[in-house]
């Protein structure tokens, strides 16, 4: 199921939906997306609890304006540094990269850190930067920890980092952007201010009120390894709830009490599903964007790096009390306005046109999403079947499903697991008593189906969990019905499991459509050439196939690629050579299932499978031969270069298809 969308739509329009996912979190998240929930009870018990938590807590996240000197300025976000003691003289020094704060784009002067006083300095111009206007030491933008390792302010001496045996890191408020309500319609720009003495003494305040609580609801599992949690024990984290700081801990645990004790169990679980979101942002590996200024999600990046600048978000979110806007980000606001509104597009989807260069949303009669609804003239239902199990062990009838659409792991992109529990062990605390999916203390699986070194998982067990599942949906696929899936990785080896898998579940490859899945601007791909184009490979038991489609020289497999790339670029996306690639990638797999379908042997081994589908890929010529016909200026190409077929016969005439 991942996250969902395929089921959402197909029910949507009114179909039945059966929907598979081994892990706990995807069965979870399915869940909340699709069935129905009071919306009125909802929004009145978040509304409830965020104002219980104002009492509470509100008090930690107000500063001192420094230009009205009220004392109720909403803090948006706190900047914290690591730190770490010398080795030498024993003193805490500050791991800075860098001194830039924010930059003059949504701010109207940079702002920068003062490296001896700690002070914020306003500056047009980042290469002039100036004295501090405090303490009249020289500015800098780059800081002094670089390449793990950094010197001390104090005697000099170089120490490194990340320091696994001192424990979990340090952290040192060095600055605050707030947000005054009563400065805010004179001022231009946003509100920066170093951390004064009631700001320190505020978060003391926290820490005592964190320590007098014997929590109920906050974690104390261990972070096991893994392919990416060994990243976190670098550092010295060895429990989730280390990942947190007092602050932080004391409002979550808060929140847990209040949710549990909400008497309408849709209505709880779907403020514990607030709760888990509202994690991502509540954390000490969250980072405060310099340029867009705001607050980005542990998730931003899809792993858990570890930056020597964190940013803390208010916990309660700040509302405009004129608009009724959200003001910032990683609030309970902010999570819960989110959710209220994906819970009211369920109850009416919308398209958006674009009239006079305007959006407009466009509700169509009749769609809507759920399990269940009451229409202005009866209670409707609709049959939605989710099941946290693996789709390798699928047991359907026969001929049941009209169309299988999913979405598997990308090999080794990402440790979806190791990730989630970040959250699920949270989530379990919350929901593990009422709900049978939450009994494992990780939502880990041996038969999760990702390239893993940790867990001993290669290309073989990616391999033959593919096959598993696609010969187990296919069976349960009603003759010559469409079976389609997106799939996307930077290696060529890593779609030869795709292959084996369509062939042993007498697939054939009817079309590989490359499609634009993830904005270029994407943290953890900008600016390093990484593809943003999944290919969309439709599939069938039986049918027919467009003739102009086979080909089998590396020439003719470079004209195709042309075609989409020119495609791709008209609808707007700024094509790269990292997008060539995956647009070939999915030529190559899909013209090689064609290939060796008469032949193929489903008994052989997984590892003797792969290495049919590696010769038969090379035998098309595979990457490099196929890039040597791409023209040199291929991503700026607008018209044909190559012309490698006489007559070009429009698709869908009988003589264009090959039944199979």
């Known amino acids: 199921m991942g996250g969902g969308i395929p089921l959402l739509e197909a029910n949507r329009v009114g179909c039945d939906v059966v929907g598979f996912d081994i892990n706990p979190m995807a069965y979870w998240i399915v869940r909340q997306e699709i069935e129905y929930l009071d919306i009125k009870s909802y929004q009145e018990a978040a509304n409830r609890l965020r104002f219980w938590l104002e009492g509470k807590v509100g008090h930690l996240y107000r500063t001192k304006c420094q230009i009205c000197g009220r004392s109720d300025a909403h803090v948006k976000y706190f900047i914290w540094v690591k730190t770490q003691k010398c080795l030498a003289c024993s003193k805490e020094f500050d791991l800075f990269p ?68 001192g424990g979990p890191p340090r952290h040192r408020m060095v600055a605050i952007e707030y947000y005054c309500s009563h400065c805010r319609p004179s001022h231009h720009g946003r509100f920066f201010k170093k951390p004064d003495e ?79 979101d509202l994690l991502r942002y509540q954390n000490m590996l969250c980072r405060y964007d310099t340029s867009a200024l705001k607050s980005l999600d542990i998730f931003s990046v899809h792993g858990f790096p570890v930056g020597l600048v964190q940013c803390e978000s208010n916990l309660l979110g700040i509302i405009n009390e004129i608009t009724g806007a959200n003001i910032g980000s990683g609030g309970w606001s902010n999570i819960t306005d989110k959710f209220m509104k994906a819970k009211q597009y369920c109850n009416r989807p919308f398209e958006i046109v674009y009239q006079g260069g305007k959006k407009k949303q466009v509700w169509i009669d009749g769609e809507w999403i759920g399990d269940s609804r009451n229409s202005a003239h009866h209670p409707e239902t609709r049959q939605v079947d989710l099941r946290c199990a693996s789709a390798t062990q699928a047991d359907l009838p026969e001929g049941i499903l009209d169309m299988v659409i999913t979405d598997p792991p990308y090999f080794a992109n990402v440790q979806y697991a190791e990730l989630m529990d970040f959250c699920y062990v949270w989530l379990r605390r919350l929901v593990g008593n009422d709900n049978p999916v939450f009994t494992k203390p990780s939502t880990r699986n041996e038969d999760e189906l990702t390239g893993n070194v940790t867990m001993d998982r290669g290309l073989d067990h990616f391999t033959g969990g593919l096959s598993q599942a696609f010969s187990r949906m296919v069976k349960a696929l009603k003759p010559g019905a469409p079976f389609a899936f997106t799939y996307h990785h930077n290696s060529l080896e890593a779609y030869y499991p795709i292959a084996v898998a ?13 499609c634009p899945a993830e904005m270029g601007s994407s943290i953890h791909i900008n600016g390093t050439g990484s593809s943003v184009v999944d290919t969309v490979f439709v599939n069938r038991t039986t049918g027919v196939v467009s003739r102009r489609m086979i080909v089998n020289t590396p020439r003719e497999i470079a004209e195709l690629v042309i075609d989409d790339l020119e495609r791709l670029k008209a609808g707007g996306l700024k094509v790269t050579k990292g997008d060539a690639r995956c647009v070939i990638y999915g030529h190559l797999i899909r013209l090689t299932v064609w290939n060796v379908r008469k032949s193929w042997d489903c008994s052989a081994t997984w590892n003797d499978k792969l290495r049919v589908i590696a010769r038969a890929v090379q035998e098309l010529g595979g990457l490099s031969e196929t890039e040597r016909y791409l023209p040199a200026d291929f991503l700026q190409v607008r018209e044909r270069h190559l012309v490698v077929r006489e007559i070009q016969i429009e698709y869908g005439d009988v003589d264009d298809e090959i039944s199979f």
């Open 98 to 165: 860098g001194y830039l704060l924010a930059e003059n784009r949504r701010h109207p002067r940079n702002v920068i850190i003062c490296s001896t006083c700690g002070e914020l300095n306003e500056v047009d111009d980042r290469n002039r930067l100036g004295e501090c206007r405090y303490c009249g030491q020289s500015l800098k933008v780059k800081g002094p920890a670089s390449r793990n390792s950094c010197a001390c302010p104090h005697c000099g001496n170089t120490n490194s980092y990340p320091d696994a045996g």
């Open 198 to 276: 009631g700001d320190l003494r505020k978060y003391n305040q926290a820490a005592q009120g964190w320590r007098s609580v014997q929590p109920r609801y906050v974690p104390d599992d261990a972070i096991p390894g893994g392919d990416e949690t060994d990243r976190l024990h670098r550092w010295g984290y060895r429990f989730y709830r280390e990942m947190f700081n007092e602050r932080q801990l004391l409002g979550l645990e808060l929140i847990c009490r209040a949710v549990t004790n909400h008497p309408n169990e849709r209505v709880r679980n779907a403020l514990a599903t607030n709760l888990s």
């Open 502 to 514: 369509l062939l042993d579940a007498n697939l054939v490859c009817t079309a590989a459509i490359p």
